[in-house]
């Protein structure tokens, strides 16, 4: 047995999913579409198996967008394999007269169908009443009081699709089609199912009195404010940026420590081999590299959770869609875009919320241009190295100067990118805001847990993939080399070592550097060598380009193991060995102001992350768009950093 | 009229619309020809405006609303 949930947006339908289904949901994908599919199911009275589908909401079956279009397909065509026994179409009963135009279009397609008659606890509060047994018996179908909220009238619904349920009789209009424009006949048939959906109301609302007062009305002057609702605005972002950067870092430590440890004494017991590497240093570091990004995930879409559910997000919306609207961004891009300054994993998956389809690609295309937390220590380490310690009119030190600008940088690039893909991302669709803004409500803590289960469980299983299989190619190229190039290099190492009497330490970090120096990655360093020249690089550099895909923050560790700089997490002693660089031409310093300034462009500009790359390849369903975006910000990069480079020197 | 033309917490009827496949939207988000619709308030930037129709709040563009002739 299959059933359908079908309903207006923010009528409910994803809390009563969370009711009927509980923790036995997943997230698929329709085929063919880049719509999320949410199904479930749950036993019924009777002890069978019923799959429920969450469709996306509605307002009708004319479609205006690709979500919408989806409904329509799975209820119309008989032979999808999602088409449904039976629909649960979740009626908002505060706004009835509206939900049923939905119902009513359901209604006719000869699908047994209940009615869930959900916010019946607003509707009371607000000293009206609707009668539902008058309900039932003018429409003919079963109709069902629910609180999706707190559960009331699941349990009917379990029991009722254990009977035999017929299709109703159809009872409505046929769009002609008459007119040979069918915006026309939509309209016309809507309106006469209006006209029709008064007469069947006709004593069963009662509306006593239409209060106004509601505390929606009291507090939106303030969140749409020109002064209080920015000022309460950019709180909110302040408070989510926080919390992504500073609140994930313990147990993203505690992660990371934990990992290390587990690989490390993992190398202990192994016997040494491929397999002892492959597992500690390839395929344990990588889980934990997915595993890491699960905080600030969670973090995020707890606020992201609670602004939608309280009805914030849409006053969010109504603040920026004017600003935003001149990048060819949305309302709804704000959040995304902010979060991108601490990670821009979590911020793309954030771009779920966006609903136009035009608006959320750019947002998706642009977050990572965004100063994320892993450019910090590249950038710290350049900085400390090239830019003078000196302050501008005696107050603005000109280190932190630099690195505000980087964080400018990020978000002009983000904002003229939008401005230059606007023009070539056309999708057909007609950007509209029209939107309710739904009142304001208290978050319900399940329904918020569920979500950050599923984003958490998304991630892991989609993009982990990927990220675990460049994991293990990027190990792979940086412990092996052609032939016997890793042996015979250590080989010269150790007999160094014999000759000077290196300490034990001091031949560990030289036979490290001359492994990776050796590597399929070293070899690959020197042969994009030429490519990389104009920029001041030299193939060290490009070994740590190459590695730091991974992650940017490897670019620091990269440098230091091939630098022979030993124990890496000091910086001082990372920046004093790079200080004493020098070029083999012109026996100037390798890190002189050209090359920091060009790298630091670099890793502004480059999409340097395979995460970010697998999470754009899970929400645009394909690789399309992750390819474009790579080869746009890498070409981008490359011509900064060439240009700054060549001015420059 | 249209209704980008409404003032704070003025209410009129809806009699018509001028854009056709927006007009579909907006009736089947519940504004109907008959219906009044009420100015609630305005963003910060003059764009765009919330209004009350049927009981519910709507938030449209100024440009989305013009396409809602009242009387
Ligand atoms: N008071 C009350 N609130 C409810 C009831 N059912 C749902 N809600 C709340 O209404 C809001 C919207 O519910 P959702 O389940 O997210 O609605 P939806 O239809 O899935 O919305 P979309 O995901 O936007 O399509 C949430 O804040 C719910 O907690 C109810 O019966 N009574």
Redesign the interface.
């Known amino acids: 047995m299959k059933i359908a949930l079908a309903g207006n947006p923010n009528s409910g339908k994803s809390s009563l999913f969370n009711q009927l289904t509980g923790m036995n949901q997943k997230v698929g994908n329709f085929p063919g579409v880049t719509v999320d599919k949410k199904s479930g199911f749950f036993k019924d009275a009777k002890g069978e198996t019923v799959q429920v589908i969450d469709l996306p909401g509605t307002?009708?079956l004319?479609p205006?967008s690709e979500e919408e279009e989806v409904v329509r397909e799975v209820l119309t065509n008989k032979e999808h394999p999602e088409h449904p026994d039976l629909v649960i179409a979740i009626v908002d009963a505060?706004?009835i007269?509206?939900n049923l135009?939905l119902f009513s279009q359901i209604h006719d397609l000869g699908i047994p169908i209940i009615l869930a008659l959900n916010m019946m606890d607003l509707v009371r509060k607000r000293k009206r009443s609707i009668d539902n047994i008058l309900l039932n018996s003018r429409f003919n179908v079963p109709v069902i009081e629910i609180n999706a909220r707190t559960g009331i009238g699941i349990q009917e619904i379990k029991n009722l699709v254990t009977l035999p349920l017929a299709a109703p009789d159809r009872i409505y209009f046929e769009n002609t089609g008459s007119s040979g424009?069918p915006?026309?006949d939509?309209?016309v048939e809507?309106?006469e199912r209006?006209k029709f959906l008064d007469e069947k109301l006709k004593g069963i609302v009662h509306d006593p009195e239409?209060i106004n007062t509601t505390l929606?009305r009291k507090l939106?002057?303030y969140f749409?404010?020109?002064i209080w609702?920015?000022g309460i605005l950019l709180a909110l972002l302040f408070i989510v940026f926080q919390a992504i950067f500073s609140w994930a870092e313990w147990p993203m430590d505690l992660i990371d420590g934990s990992f290390q440890q587990f690989s490390s004494w993992l190398a202990d017991i192994l016997p040494p081999g491929i397999v002892a590497n492959l597992l500690t240093e390839g395929i344990i570091p990588g889980i934990g590299g997915i595993v890491i990004f699960i905080p600030q995930i969670a973090i995020l879409f707890a606020f992201i959770g609670i602004l939608e559910e309280t009805g914030y997000m849409?006053r969010v919306?109504?603040?920026m869609?004017?600003?935003m609207a001149i990048f060819g961004l949305n309302g709804r891009s704000v959040v995304p875009l902010i979060s991108g300054v601490a990670c821009a994993v979590p911020a793309i998956m954030a771009t779920r919320t966006i609903s136009s389809k035009r608006d959320r690609l750019i947002t998706i295309l642009v977050t990572p241009f965004m100063s994320c937390s892993a450019r910090l220590p590249v950038y710290t380490i350049l900085i400390a190295l090239v830019i003078p310690d000196e302050l501008i009119f005696g107050v603005i030190n000109l280190k932190g100067l630099v690195l505000f600008s980087l964080y400018i940088l990020g978000f002009l690039a983000a904002l003229i990118a939008s401005l230059i893909i606007k023009q070539f991302v056309k999708t057909g669709e007609?950007s509209?805001?029209?939107?309710?803004?739904p009142?304001f409500k208290m978050p319900r803590w399940t329904n918020l847990s569920l979500s950050i289960l599923e984003k958490t469980r998304t991630f892991v299983t989609e993009a982990g993939k990927i990220i675990l299989s460049i994991s293990i190619v990027l190990w792979f190229a940086a412990s092996y080399g052609p032939g016997t190039a890793i042996t015979e290099s250590q080989k010269a190492v150790n007999q160094l070592a014999a000759e000077n009497q290196w300490s034990e330490e001091m031949t560990q970090v030289k036979l490290d550097a001359a492994k990776l120096q050796s590597s399929y990655a070293g070899h690959f360093g020197k042969f994009i060598e030429p490519a990389i020249a104009p920029l001041g690089y030299d193939w060290k550099i490009g070994i740590a380009l190459i590695s730091s895909f991974a992650a940017r923050e490897v670019f620091v560790g990269t440098i230091a193991t091939i630098y022979s700089v030993g124990e890496t997490s000091d910086e001082l002693s990372i920046k004093e060995k790079l200080a004493k660089e020098v070029h083999p031409d012109t026996g100037e310093p390798r890190f002189n102001l050209a090359v920091g300034i060009s790298l630091m462009l670099f890793y502004a500009f480059a999409m340097q992350c395979m995460s970010t790359i697998a999470v754009v390849y899970r929400e645009t369903k394909g690789w399309k768009w992750p390819m474009i975006q790579l080869a746009f910000m890498t070409t981008l990069a490359y011509v900064s950093a060439l240009i700054a480079y060549q001015v420059l020197r | 009229m249209n209704a980008s033309e409404l003032k704070i917490g003025e209410s009129r009827e809806i009699i018509g619309f001028s854009d056709d496949v927006l007009s579909l939207k907006l009736i089947e988000m519940g504004c109907l020809p008959g219906n009044q619709i009420s100015l609630n308030y305005i963003a910060p930037l003059g764009d765009p405006v919330c209004v009350h129709v049927e009981g519910y709040d709507l938030s449209l563009r100024k440009s989305e609303a013009a396409s809602i002739i009242i009387q």
């Open positions: 307002y009708s004319y205006k505060t706004n007269k509206r135009l424009n915006d026309h939509q309209r809507t309106l209006y239409k929606t939106d002057p749409t404010h020109r609702g920015y849409s919306v109504f603040l869609d004017k600003i007609k509209y805001l029209v939107m309710e803004m009142s």
